[in-house]
């Protein structure tokens, strides 16, 4: 099972909107509503930001969405604040015999 | 609240073996899937295994099957990850997380521990 396809980095200024994508095959991101997305900064443990494709958990801003079409996900970070900077993950549950994967990672840096 | 405390982390000799743990608190740990991400020095999250809530059914990422071993003791809300035959690139942080609802296995991830630091080296 192949990572999931992400962009290596992204930027924006503050106030901006920015969208990571996250490009799988038919037998993950395709094939399932299982996506999410985790946030990273460093030196700390991930942070679930998104499941279900575009689904926030309590506490998560509503800055962040997510969506889906096709074979790629894509996490929308809008009005882009300097805490918004670290590492995005999106993974997805797949039907090959390993059952997840995760994203290569994408760096979000705030100009 | 949730908790989730990795231990059994160290430096390990490449072919040994090693048992890393997750104490968990804070809830019904019987009633959660559990899995295992790794993240090595610099690099992307991986996944690595995950158990059903019942340990009824396990799965393993390719680069660790045949290897590693993922099990839980309900009665005491600990999730294992039994290592062997250990290889230079198996140097990570290892996170052990839970999944979002009871019950369920969808690769949400709601809470994760602190990681615990894996490296081997000779």
């Known amino acids: 099972q192949s990572a999931l396809t992400q962009p290596a980095s992204v930027s924006g200024s503050p106030g901006q909107s920015i969208t990571i994508s996250c490009t799988g095959t038919s037998s993950d991101v395709g094939d399932y509503k299982y996506v999410s997305w985790y946030q990273q900064h460093p030196g700390k443990a991930p942070k679930l930001m998104i499941y279900e494709v575009s689904n926030r958990p309590s506490g998560v801003s509503n800055r962040f969405s997510g969506s889906k079409s096709g074979n790629t996900a894509s996490l929308t970070i809008s009005g882009l604040q300097a805490e918004d900077e670290a590492d995005y993950y999106c993974?997805?549950?797949?039907?090959?015999?390993?059952?997840?994967?995760f994203g290569t990672g994408t760096k979000v840096t705030v100009l | 609240q949730v908790q989730l405390v990795e231990s059994g982390g160290g430096v390990v000799q490449p072919g040994r073996s090693l048992r890393l743990s997750c104490a968990a608190s804070g809830f019904t740990f019987s009633n959660y899937g559990m899995h295992w991400v790794r993240q090595a020095p610099g690099k992307g999250l991986e996944w690595v295994a995950v158990?059903?809530?019942?340990?009824?059914?396990?799965y393993y990422a390719d680069s660790v099957k045949g290897r590693f071993t993922i099990s839980r003791d309900n009665s005491k809300n600990t999730l294992y990850l039994q290592m062997n035959s250990l290889r230079a690139e198996d140097t990570a942080v290892f996170y052990c997380?839970?999944?979002?609802?009871?019950?369920?296995?969808?690769?949400?991830?709601?809470?994760w521990g602190q990681g615990t630091l894996l490296t081997v080296s000779s």
């Open positions: 158990i059903w809530y019942d340990g009824s059914n396990k």
């Open positions: 997380a839970r999944e979002r609802l009871i019950g369920d296995t969808t690769m949400a991830l709601g809470y």
């Open positions: 993974s997805s549950y797949t039907s090959s015999s390993t059952l997840g994967v």
